[in-house]
């Protein structure tokens, strides 16, 4: 009977590590959801030390916040959500909480030294990366739903010791997570929030967690990527067609981007979005 015992704790305790290894689970999400209204106390708390990190750290997490439910609404939906991004978030909430408490911030995988004082493998592009990519539909505000998938292609390929991992033209898949019309309220301007969670990469899925960091004006030949635009993102941008920051919108934490007046957000066809991974992507086989 002993040995009976023994052995099934054993397979609960391989079930266990699996799940903490392998996909997520709505635990982890209501873990989420606790730690983030864990978070709001904490805020709360600094509010009467330092008003002013206050509202900056009330803003982030209000964006956490977000995330978190992205993450809920995605689990529901695709049955799937990586662990990496349930880690990358978890990170964030960590930090926020050590920054509303006085703390030093915890040593999370996120927060590893630069990439330079890391060894890489051969296949992995790391957090941090930015990519250029350009919309091959319009995004605005105004008829934008959430949930809306949308879909962007590398402008220029991203190399490393002479191999090239992403080349030009893969296609980066987004999803709008939250949308406000213009109105005439009192919050008048338009926003979006746009998050990029698949990328097709010669022919191979991968699941990854993206941010929108600037908008660019671009031309509309979306089909088009100029030749030696490897050189280098500067002049890849240049031959790709970019030609400077995109007018009458701001772009804010967690990828909300907002008009500056009372207008819808309109992204053209055409329009180059500066993407950055927000957890490290291996691309091998």
Do not use: H
Not at 10 to 19: I, Q, R
Not at 81 to 90: I, N, Q
Not at 240 to 253: C, K, N, S, V
Request: charged share 25%.
């Amino acid at each position: 009977m002993r040995a009976w015992i023994l052995a099934a704790a054993a397979v609960c305790v391989s079930v266990v590590s699996l799940g903490a290894q392998g996909q997520l689970t709505a635990a982890d999400i209501q873990r989420l959801q606790d730690a983030v209204y864990d978070a709001g106390g904490d805020v709360s708390r600094l509010r009467d030390r330092d008003p002013k990190l206050a509202e900056s750290l009330q803003r982030e997490l209000d964006e956490l916040r977000e995330e978190v439910i992205y993450l809920k609404v995605k689990l529901r939906k695709e049955s799937s959500v990586a662990r990496s991004e349930y880690s990358a978030v978890r990170d964030r909430i960590d930090r926020l909480r050590s920054d509303a408490r006085g703390e030093p911030a915890p040593a999370t995988a996120s927060t590893r030294p630069p990439a330079s004082d890391v060894r890489l493998s051969a296949t992995e592009v790391p957090v941090g990366t930015e990519f250029d990519v350009r919309l091959q539909s319009r995004l605005n505000s105004g008829t934008a739903r959430v949930e809306d998938r949308f879909d962007a292609t590398t402008i220029v390929p991203y190399e490393r010791n002479g191999r090239t991992l992403v080349p030009a033209g893969s296609v980066m898949r987004g999803v709008v997570s939250s949308v406000t019309p213009a109105s005439r309220g009192i919050n008048r301007k338009g926003e979006l929030t746009l998050v990029f969670d698949r990328f097709t990469i010669e022919g191979r899925t991968y699941s990854i967690r993206a941010t929108v960091m600037q908008a660019l004006q671009g031309e509309g030949d979306t089909g088009r990527v100029a030749a030696g635009a490897g050189v280098g993102a500067i002049i890849g941008g240049i031959l790709g067609g970019m030609r400077g920051a995109l007018t009458g919108i701001l772009i804010g934490g967690g990828g909300t981007i907002a008009a500056t007046e009372g207008n819808e957000v309109d992204l053209a066809p055409g329009t180059v979005l500066r993407v950055r991974l927000d957890a490290p992507l291996d691309v091998s086989e």
